[in-house]
Nanobody, 118 residues
């Protein structure tokens, strides 16, 4: 069982920055894909950023160049640095851990609210 706890959300003005953190309950980065997803009101949950077991990253087109996913294996923590925030980035952000080779191999955090507004 993997537990994920997000933190770092809040209210920020357009153009501002926030850093989200996701603390995992164990050393899983070598075997799990770690991702950040978001869900805005009335919309489907969407992938924002992904980092795989060897550190390769992938981003949604809408955040490329503004957001950066990273991890600290010593702290079992994944980060999402969000810069140049826009009102359309407003959503609940969820941390995700996925290993397709084990069962269950999919875990979600509880989510953290990010609101971009003046």
């Amino acid at each position: 069982q993997v537990q994920l706890v997000e933190s770092g959300g809040g209210l920020v003005q357009p153009g501002g920055s926030l850093r989200l953190s996701c603390a995992a309950s164990g050393s899983i980065f070598s075997t799990y894909f770690m991702g950040w997803y978001r869900q805005a009101p009335g919309k489907q949950r969407e992938l924002v950023a992904l980092i795989n077991s060897v550190g390769n990253t992938n981003y949604a087109h809408s955040v490329k160049g503004r957001f950066t996913i990273s991890r600290d294996s010593a702290k079992n923590t994944v980060y999402l640095q969000m810069n140049s925030l826009k009102p359309e980035d407003t959503a609940v952000y969820y941390c995700n851990a996925h290993n397709p080779l084990v069962s269950p191999g999919l875990y979600w955090g509880q989510g953290t609210q990010v609101t971009v507004s003046s």
